[in-house]
T-cell receptor, first 112, second 112 residues
């Protein structure tokens, strides 16, 4: 089955700095890669996603890049703010029934 | 209006008891999921239903039995609860032809 690895597990940055979270996946048939943000005690919420026919996607301060050959994708957050503090999950779909496999999560702390 | 809702929000119970968690979505989605998030925040898929039909059944003890009375509802019944069942259980749903999953608020289960 699909295996998604995510690094780092924790990340502390100063407010205003950039944060980068990296993931690798194993199933070359995976074609959809969402990123979820989970604030403390809340539900995971989709913040950005990318499909395999696209190499990069941006939405204001967040961007995601995908390297299909190397089977890795990354989340970039620029000009971080304290409200960006949360656990971030990468994920990859596999199989015809949209089974999504999640990474192990990155706890991001933005220090004011 | 809440798109994906779960009841109860909190559930504290004794080992050996049987309990149910309910999920409802008013998005008109065809596919629903149950995930388990353990104390380390790992998000693991348990089950998925598409139009009331079970399509994903991960390696879950058979003490866990999902039921989908209609495509807007997916319930989870757990028999003979064990300490290791303590976790947050998330329901999610997805529209046919779309990849994005929408999560419910979670049910925090504590087995004593």
């Amino acid at each position: 089955g699909e295996n998604v690895e995510q690094h780092p597990s924790t990340l502390s940055v100063q407010e205003g700095d950039s944060a980068v979270i990296k993931c690798t996946y194993s199933d070359s048939a995976s074609n959809y890669f969402p990123w979820y943000k989970q604030e403390l005690g809340k539900r995971p919420q989709l913040i950005i996603d990318i499909r395999s026919n696209v190499g990069e996607k941006k939405d204001q301060r967040i961007a995601v890049t995908l390297n299909k050959t190397a089977k890795h994708f990354s989340l970039h957050i620029t000009e971080t703010q304290p409200e960006d503090s949360a656990v971030y999950f990468c994920a990859s779909n596999s199989g015809g029934y949209q089974k999504v496999t999640f990474g192990t999560g990155t706890k991001l702390q933005v220090i004011p | 209006d809440t798109a994906v809702s779960q009841t109860p929000k909190y559930l504290v119970t004794q080992m050996g008891n049987d309990k149910s968690i309910k999920c409802e979505q008013n998005l008109g989605h065809d596919t629903m999921y149950w995930y388990k998030q353990d104390s380390k925040k790992f998000l693991k898929i348990m089950f998925s239903y598409n139009n009331k039909e079970l399509i994903i059944n991960e390696t879950v003890p058979n003490r866990f039995s999902p039921k989908s009375p209609d495509k807007a509802h997916l319930n989870l019944h757990i028999n003979s609860l064990e300490l290791g069942d303590s976790a947050v259980y998330f329901c999610a749903s997805r529209a046919s032809g779309q990849e994005t999953q929408y999560f419910g608020p979670g049910t925090r289960l504590l087995v004593l």
